[in-house]
Each structure stands twice: as structure tokens, then as C-alpha cells.
């Protein structure tokens, strides 16, 4: 610790800091426009200039360290001059253009400049002039109001790892641009909205809409992905009209990426549900609340009271909706209908890391640490782009690299994380267990982990025994990447002083497994870890939660049906209640589901819009989308956090837990949950979480199984894997997302796209054995060949029409072939 | 050259030791641009997009380190590279004069290349010797004291040597 004054004041910080941090970190504010924690500073906008005693000129704070006994003077007449010359020059090119710019009210500059004074300098220049580039779909890009202080240039290389601008040209004429100043394309993470300090970048969805002063912001937790960043949302009259991040707010310390800060207007799509529906013969009809209440009291009724009645009753909880909606449908389930026949998408994701967890390491609970990474000496990924699916937790993992990590990445695709890897191992799809495997059994022949500890370890022998089969030349030959690189992973892993292991597991993604993660924990066991190197996030918003709360077939007394007696199995159950969840869209095997489906006596679907298993149902309620109602929601972390309803309900939408509630009234029981808070109360008396620390270890020897293999009719293998744009299907409602990504394309190799005569942007017709769709064609050096990787988020592009789960916890790779259309 | 066999550590040499990878790579770039510009007379689109992918560096900054330089172009340059003076000397002189009567003669104005790709019609600061204003340069050839008959004879000189 060094000690300097500033301003009078003695204040303390870490050597290395500079002297802005100092103040900063002391609650002494030195004004400045292009500084920003994240990145490197870069002492360009010259406006934390400061006074040091002993020292002639003004140094700029931002790029001067703190030195030990260093007097700082921040606010004398000598740099407020200095500061206010700055500000002059920059209002030479500047336009004095705030009465059209959405950014004033909240603009850094021109705080600035009403506190310095001089608007009208003594230079005349001619301004730049430059229209608004508009030509991306998010990101508006007005290169006059730029004072480049490149902090949209060096957040989104540094930070974001993307780079997608550049300051181009020299001199005057330097603008900050796209390469060739083509349109922007990039992440649309929209982070460089929040850090421009000017109109020069601006949220084009949100142009011309209000007046920042004329906003209500209000702070709620983001519907998407298991991160749970906070958003901070801009209401007018009862609507929202932006989202965006506040620095060092919530989890991710402000940082959000696309789907957060453009998705939310998934709440406006067209189809939201706004009265209860009712079928009568074939067509659905609007009723009131009554009628449709009373009308699923009496079927369901009737249906109890058969022989069996509550056993053949199930129900499907949701990630997306609140602990406390999912709280009262188990409620509903156990005290109404007396079944746990209840489970949710999270069958085929994260129910299954807990399952796994639960047998190697005893757990009773899965969090993940979304700064995990930073730090650590190896980070290894297997066959996932957390960058994509977890945008937030991305960055960590992209600073750990930064910052000295060694990221080992074992994925056939390339993706952000293989751009920023230490060490690429393009596996082929679906071989990671055997690459696991592989690396396990060149630890073991290389002795490098501790013998006496591991082999004292339950299932060792095994464990020994069944890596026999994984020789580095039999791993070549499954996943395709060379001995070398297999045994220098396995040697860089193992050497290192600590160490973890990241992947998704997502009923949206086909390439891993149960295996995959027994694999994984044998790893980290056999280096002498516990679960806490294994970083496997939930999948969504409250996917933790929704566990957590008992959307389980195994949280009661008895064990109830699963997902997949309840979808897949026709006359499983004869009644299921669906809550915020399409089955239809979101799980594999379309068609079978919808047999299902139209086996049972009564569907009931409770959701905000109108989907695809919403059409199939009996009765339709109507739900508040999460900025409607008040609640909780979990994050992967197992942090629990508050939303907040901040407008009002769509129709005659009700919240959730409202509907069970009303419902179970009408039913005859009283659920004695009157209010939310007596709901919370409520589950915390239930629900108790349990430490995740064990120390149990058990090894789980597994082998490396794939899906169908290709052959002669169907020879490419299908991958699904999610896109930055989307997150589960909800956020396809999105018209803004919509701009950028609005169908699902499938990516497949020029060589395959050769061989099958398909050319770049054509329409193709894939049919695997369990159906076929069309979709257009993207031909990718991103992908391998041998494969086509394609996103199952968009429910009109019916990708689920193709694939099939795995019901045993296998992978469920299909194979396709594609035909030009 | 061709981009895909671009070898940072051998183009960077001894340095390369001492700096990240990150810089290496930088490092690199105008040695790249220099080459790739040798083989193509500019820096096209899709070299540098290769060059992007290759170093994995984001495109936008590889153009933002090319289109500081005024040495690199990206768009075609004509096979004859023609220069105007119009510094002091040859402006005092007529270079004005000069340059109007090639952008008439071409139908091309200054910064702009022939459709067939023949000339480019360029300005410039100074070329050096002011005794001969105003000046003009061919190529690497320096034509001076251009009067009107001189003029004919560079509007024939550039013409001529396309065949």
C-alpha cells in the first residue's frame, strides 16, 4: 500500500494503481471521458488532467501512477483552465447538435461542458460532417459527434474480445469505423452504447423515443440466460423503451450482452395472450377467467376421481418463470392434485449435472462461480461456447485468458473462445468424453497426479481400467486431433497449479451428455480437485431456481413421472399442466411430443404467448411476462434476486402463481398463500438449500458413445448449438433481436456444400429420420466437415421436427442429409 | 505472397522474443501490408480478410493500422502511377494548369484510376526539384518544365507505354 494525498485529503491504494483510480476508489471524482476500468487506459481525452506538487506540467491522472507521497491537486484554477482549453477543442469538430441527440441528458461531454463553460470557442473550423451511419441493425454510428476517445474501439477488443472497430484513417479525418465502413458487425452486445460518451453510438431501437430525463429507470434482473445481470430499464407511460447496464451494478458489474439490452420487447410481440382460451370442438375461444377456471375444476375433477386420478395427472414447470410461480405449481401439484409428477426442460440440462454431481461427489447442489476463471491456471472447455450461452460469464473467462490463463478449448467449431484459446482442439462433434479420456490416460501413464491419493478413491481400478481403451493414437482416431495435441493438453493440464473445467449442458445443444460430465469430474478427482473446478452453468434465467423449488420428479415423497414418460409416452398421463414452457418448440422430437399431446384428456397451458403447445391445448391461460409481476429468480450462481413487476399486465394476464392460486380456489382448496410475501415466507420454510461442499469421491468409468453414425442416406451428422442472439425460444418474440438474427441457418462446410450442391444463402431441405424442414443454407469455415450446425431457438424453423432426446442420458446426435430447394 | 504462408516469428525475428503474442502479431502487419500491396498493387478486401483470420486479428484493426498510412491503397492502382507536384514551387509555376489539363485529358479526377486500370492520377507535396517546375512523375521517371509542349509529350509518355 502506498499513501498520497489528493486534495488535502490522505488517501491509501495498491502500488500500481494510477492516480485516478486512487481518487476514484476514495470518493474523490476527477472528471474524465475515456477512462474505463476495463480496459487498459489510454490518456486520450486529456480531461482528468491534474496539479502534482513538484511537477510543472499537468499530468493526465489517468495514465499516471500514485506514487508514495505524492500531493495531487485536482481541482485548481490551473486545471479547470486546462481542462475547459480541452473541452475546446474538442467542441471544435464536435456539433453542439443535443436538441436532435438522444444522448443528452446523460451525455458525459456535455456535463462537461455545462460545468467548464465556453460552448462557443475561439477556433473556426469547418465540423465534420458526416451523416448517421444507420446502415447496422442495432448500433447507429454518427461519426461527427465522436471525440475519439476510443473507448468503443479498445472495450470491444480488449474487453468483449470482438474488435469489430477500428480507429480508421489518420489526423483529422480519423473516424472510428467498421473495417472498410461497412455496416457494424458484430456481437450487438451493445456495451459500447453505455461507454460512448457522446451521441456517437447509439441504441437504434431506442432512437428518438424519449428523452433520457423523461424515462423512469427502474433496476430488474435480465429474463434470458443463468448469468442474472441487473438491467436497468427506461419506462415511459407504462412502456419499456431501453435497457442497459449501470456500471458496477448487480452480478456482472454492469457488463450485458445483446439479448439483455435488446431482448426485452419480447414482451410487445404480437401474440401475447390477453384473455383465458377455451376449445370448443376445434377452435379455441375467448373466455373469461371464471368460466376457465371452473372449466379445468371440473375436468380436472373428474379426472381425479378416477381410479389412479392424481397419478395420471402431471404438470411442467418453467425457467422462465419466477421461484415463487414455481413454488405454487408444486403447491398445486401436491396439495391439489396429490402427484409429484412434475419436471421441466431442465430434464435434459441441468437436472442431469445435478444428477451426475449427486453421484460422484455427493453434492446436493450445483452453483457455478461466474469469476471462477479469473486467476486460474488452465481453463478447458469442452464443446461449448460460453461466450454464447453465457455472454456474461464469457468475458470472465476472455479476462482470465488475458490476464495470463492458458484456455484450452476442445471444440469442433470455431467460435470466440477458439479464437482466444491458448490451444485449439478441433475434436470432432460429440467426441469429448473420448477426449477426456484420452487426456486421463495420458495422465495416468505419465504419472502426473498423485497415485496414493487417487487410487484410495472408490472406482479407481475401473476407472484405470477402462482408459485402457483410450490410447492417444485410438483418441486420435475418434476425435480426430493429433497425439501431440492431446498429450500436451493433457500435460498442460495436469501441470498446472489450479485449474477448471467449463461446458453447457441444454436441452438446445446435442453434442454432450451425462458422460461428458462423469468424464469431467473423473478428471478433476484424478487431479485431486473437488466440484468447485467444475463451472457447469444452469441453462436460464431461473432454471437453478426452478430446481431448487421442487420442478422435479424426485422432490417428493414418492418418485413421480418424469419429461419424458410425461412427453413422450402416449397414455403415460391423461392430464398435464404446462406453465410458461413449449414443449412442442423447445424439445426434441416435434412430432412425437404433439402425439402426446393430443392423447391427453386435458391440456392446460399457462403462458404469455401464444405457442406452438399452446395451440394444442384445451385451455389456454393467460401469464404475466416476467417485467409484469413480482417475484424471485435464481441465477446459476444460486444468487437470489428480486424482480419487479414495473408495468402493467398484458389483457387480462395474471401472474403466475395468481392463477395457480385462483385456481386452487376454485377447487376448493385454500392454498393459504394469499400474498407473495407470505409465499416467500412460505418457501423459505421449505425449501432449504443445502451446502455444496463434499467430500465425497467416486470415480465413474465411462465410455465414448456417439449418436447415429452417419451413413450412405443420412451422412452428415446435425449439431445444435445456441446463437448469441437467442436464448431459449421466448427471445425469438423479440422483434429487435429479430433484426439481426431472425431464422435458423444452417452452417455446414464449403466442402460439404459442395459435395450436396448447395450454394451460400440458398434454401435447403434437411430430413433426418424423424422428419424434414427448410431452412436457408450458410456455407461456414467455422464448422468442420462432416456436419451441420444449426440453432434450435426459432420454433417456425421447426428444428425439433429433426431431433430426438436422449432418454438414457446419451448423446442425441441425429444425422441428416440435405437436399438443394 | 500468399497470406496463408505468412510466418510471424520468422517476419518479426529476434524482437518476437521480448513481446506477447498479441504484439507479434501487430508487429507484423505493415510488413504483410508491404508484400501483399508488391503482389496485388493494393491491399484487397479479401487478402486482409484472410490476413485477419490467419494472425487472428479483428479486420477493423488490421484497417485501421492500414488506413493510417497513406502507402497502402485499397482499390486498384493503374499500371502508370502518375504525380503531380503542387508544392510552392510548381504551384507558383502552374501546376494547377497541369492538373487540369490530365484530369480533362483522362476524364479522371486527382486520387482516381482509369476504368482500364492504365493510370492513376495522383498529387504531391514536393518532389524535389523545385528548379524544374512544374513537375510530374511517371512511375519512378521525373518529367519537368512542363509547358504546353511538354504536356503533350506526358499525355503521350502515359498514353504510349499502357500498350
Known amino acids: 500500500m502506498i499513501e498520497l494525498t489528493i486534495n488535502g485529503k490522505k488517501v491509501k491504494t495498491e502500488k500500481g494503481k494510477t492516480i485516478l483510480q486512487a481518487a476514484l476508489s476514495n470518493g474523490i471524482k476527477i472528471p474524465n471521458l475515456c477512462y474505463d476500468k476495463r480496459v487498459v487506459p489510454f490518456g486520450g481525452c486529456r480531461v482528468c488532467v491534474v496539479e502534482i506538487e513538484g511537477q510543472r506540467k499537468l499530468e493526465a491522472s489517468c495514465a499516471t501512477l500514485a506514487g508514495d507521497g505524492m500531493v495531487v491537486l485536482t481541482d485548481t484554477p490551473k486545471v479547470r483552465r486546462a481542462r475547459q482549453a480541452v473541452l475546446e477543442f474538442m467542441l471544435v469538430h464536435h456539433p453542439l447538435d443535443c436538441p436532435v441527440c438522444d444522448k443528452a441528458g446523460e451525455c458525459d461531454l456535455q456535463e462537461l461542458v455545462y460545468e467548464y463553460g465556453k460552448p462557443d470557442g475561439r477556433f473556426v473550423r469547418e465540423k465534420k460532417h458526416s451523416p448517421p451511419d444507420t446502415k447496422g441493425p442495432l448500433v447507429e454510428l454518427t461519426a461527427n459527434r465522436c471525440i475519439l476517445c476510443g473507448k468503443c474501439v479498445r472495450l470491444c477488443s480488449e474487453y468483449q474480445g470482438r474488435g469489430a472497430l477500428g480507429f480508421i484513417g489518420r489526423g483529422f479525418s480519423t473516424v472510428v469505423q467498421p473495417a472498410f465502413g461497412e455496416a457494424i458487425e458484430c456481437d450487438y452486445c451493445g456495451q459500447c452504447i453505455d461507454i460512448c460518451p457522446t451521441g456517437a453510438l447509439l441504441n437504434k431501437s431506442f432512437k428518438y423515443k424519449a428523452r433520457p430525463w423523461s424515462l423512469e429507470e427502474k433496476d430488474t434482473i435480465c429474463p434470458f440466460c443463468s448469468c442474472g445481470c441487473t438491467l436497468t430499464l427506461g419506462i415511459r407511460e407504462g412502456k419499456i423503451l431501453r435497457s442497459r447496464g449501470k456500471e458496477d451494478l448487480g452480478v456482472s458489474g454492469g457488463n450485458l450482452c445483446g439479448r439483455g439490452r435488446f431482448g426485452f420487447d419480447y414482451i410487445y410481440s404480437e401474440n401475447r395472450l390477453k384473455t383465458p382460451f377455451i376449445r370448443k370442438e376445434a377452435n379455441l375461444e375467448p373466455s373469461t377467467w371464471d368460466e376457465a377456471l371452473a372449466y379445468i375444476s371440473d375436468r380436472l375433477k373428474y379426472i381425479l376421481s378416477n381410479a389412479n386420478g392424481s397419478e395420471s395427472v402431471g404438470a411442467i414447470g418453467s425457467h422462465r418463470c419466477t421461484n415463487e410461480d414455481n413454488f405454487m405449481l408444486r403447491k398445486f401439484m401436491q396439495n391439489v392434485v396429490g402427484s409429484d409428477n412434475m419436471d421441466s426442460s431442465s430434464a435434459l440440462g441441468f437436472s442431469r449435472v445435478r444428477k451426475a454431481l449427486n453421484m460422484v461427489f455427493g453434492l446436493k447442489d450445483h452453483t457455478i462461480d461466474m469469476k471462477s476463471p479469473i486467476g486460474k491456471d488452465v481453463i478447458l472447455i469442452i464443446e461449448s461456447d460460453l461466450s454464447v450461452t453465457h455472454p456474461v460469464f464469457g468475458l470472465n473467462i476472455l479476462k482470465a485468458k488475458r490476464e495470463g490463463a492458458k484456455l484450452i478449448v476442445a471444440d469442433s467449431k470455431e467460435t470466440k473462445l477458439t479464437k482466444h484459446s491458448t490451444q485449439w482442439s478441433r475434436i470432432k462433434q460429440g467426441t469429448g468424453v473420448a477426449f477426456l479420456n484420452g487426456i486421463m490416460k495420458v495422465i495416468v501413464d505419465k504419472g502426473l497426479f498423485n497415485r496414493e491419493v487417487a487410487s484410495g478413491i472408490t472406482g479407481f481400478s475401473e476407472l484405470e481400467k477402462s482408459l485402457e481403451a483410450y490410447s492417444p493414437e485410438k483418441v486420435t482416431e475418434i476425435t480426430g486431433i493429433s497425439s501431440e495435441e492431446l498429450i500436451g493438453a493433457a500435460e498442460t493440464l495436469a501441470k498446472a497449479k489450479s485449474r477448471i473445467l467449463s461446458f453447457t449442458l441444454s436441452p438446445s445443444e446435442n453434442t454432450k451428455c451425462i458422460d461428458t460430465i462423469l468424464a469431467a469430474s473423473n478428471l478433476v478427482i484424478l487431479l485431486g480437485e473437488g466440484p468447485e473446478s467444475l463451472q457447469i452453468p444452469a441453462e436460464y434465467a431461473n432454471t437453478y431456481g426452478a430446481y431448487s423449488m421442487g420442478i422435479r420428479p424426485d422432490a417428493g415423497k414418492s418418485e413421480g413421472k418424469n419429461l419424458f414418460d410425461m412427453l413422450y409416452v402416449s397414455g403415460s398421463i391423461n392430464a398435464l399442466y404446462i406453465m410458461g414452457e413449449d414443449p412442442v418448440s423447445v424439445l426434441p422430437y416435434k412430432s412425437r411430443i404433439i402425439k402426446t399431446l393430443k392423447s391427453l384428456e386435458l391440456l392446460i397451458v399457462q403462458d404469455i404467448a401464444l405457442t406452438e403447445t399452446a395451440k394444442l391445448a384445451h385451455v389456454i391461460l393467460p401469464a404475466s411476462s416476467w417485467a409484469e409481476k413480482d417475484g424471485t429468480f435464481t441465477n446459476a450462481e444460486g444468487v437470489t434476486q428480486r424482480v419487479y413487476k414495473l408495468i402493467d399486465s398484458t389483457g387480462e394476464a395474471l401472474p403466475d402463481w395468481q392463477i395457480l392460486r385462483n385456481l386452487s380456489s376454485a377447487m376448493g382448496t385454500d392454498m393459504a398463500a394469499g400474498t407473495l410475501e407470505g409465499l416467500s415466507n412460505e418457501i423459505k420454510k421449505t425449501i432449504r438449500s443445502e451446502k455444496a461442499t463434499s467430500n465425497k469421491r467416486t470415480f465413474h468409468p465411462v465410455l465414448y458413445s456417439r449418436g447415429e453414425e452417419p451413413d450412405n442416406e443420412y451422412p452428415l451428422s446435425l449439431v445444435t448449438r445456441d446463437i448469441l442472439q437467442h436464448s431459449g425460444t421466448m427471445s425469438t418474440r423479440s422483434k429487435t433481436l429479430n433484426l439481426v438474427s431472425s431464422e435458423a441457418i444452417i452452417e455446414m462446410n464449403e466442402r460439404d456444400a459442395k459435395r450436396f450442391g448447395i450454394s451460400d444463402n440458398s434454401h435447403v431441405k434437411v430430413i433426418s429420420r424423424r422428419g424434414a424442414v427448410y431452412l436457408r443454407a450458410a456455407v461456414s469455415d467455422e464448422v468442420p466437415d462432416g456436419a451441420v450446425y444449426v440453432p434450435a431457438h426459432f420454433p417456425h424453423s421447426g428444428i425439433s421436427t429433426l431431433t430426438s432426446p436422449s432418454i438414457h442420458g446419451g448423446i442425441a446426435m441425429e444425422t441428416v442429409r440435405v437436399e438443394a430447394a | ?163
Open chain 2, 1 to 163: 505472397m500468399r497470406v496463408e504462408d505468412l510466418d510471424v516469428n520468422e517476419m518479426i525475428g529476434d524482437v518476437g522474443k521480448i513481446i506477447c503474442e498479441h504484439d507479434r502479431k501487430k508487429g507484423v502487419l505493415i510488413h504483410a501490408f508491404q508484400k501483399i500491396q508488391q503482389d496485388y498493387g493494393y491491399l484487397p478486401g479479401e487478402v486482409l480478410m484472410t490476413l485477419s483470420k490467419k494472425l487472428s486479428l479483428p479486420l477493423a484493426e488490421i484497417y485501421s493500422v492500414a488506413s493510417f498510412y497513406k502507402q497502402f491503397h485499397f482499390s486498384p492502382r493503374g499500371k502508370k502511377v502518375v504525380r503531380v507536384c503542387m508544392g510552392t514551387a510548381c504551384h507558383v509555376r502552374g501546376a494547377k494548369n497541369v492538373l487540369n489539363a490530365l484530369e480533362d485529358e483522362f476524364g479522371i479526377k486527382q486520387g482516381e484510376t482509369t476504368d482500364d486500370l492504365a493510370m492513376t492520377l495522383e498529387t504531391v507535396g514536393c518532389v524535389g526539384c523545385c528548379g524544374l517546375a512544374p513537375v510530374a512523375t511517371i512511375n519512378e521517371d521525373v518529367v519537368g518544365d512542363i509547358g504546353k509542349k511538354k504536356l503533350e509529350l506526358l499525355v503521350k509518355a502515359i498514353k504510349e507505354e499502357e500498350k
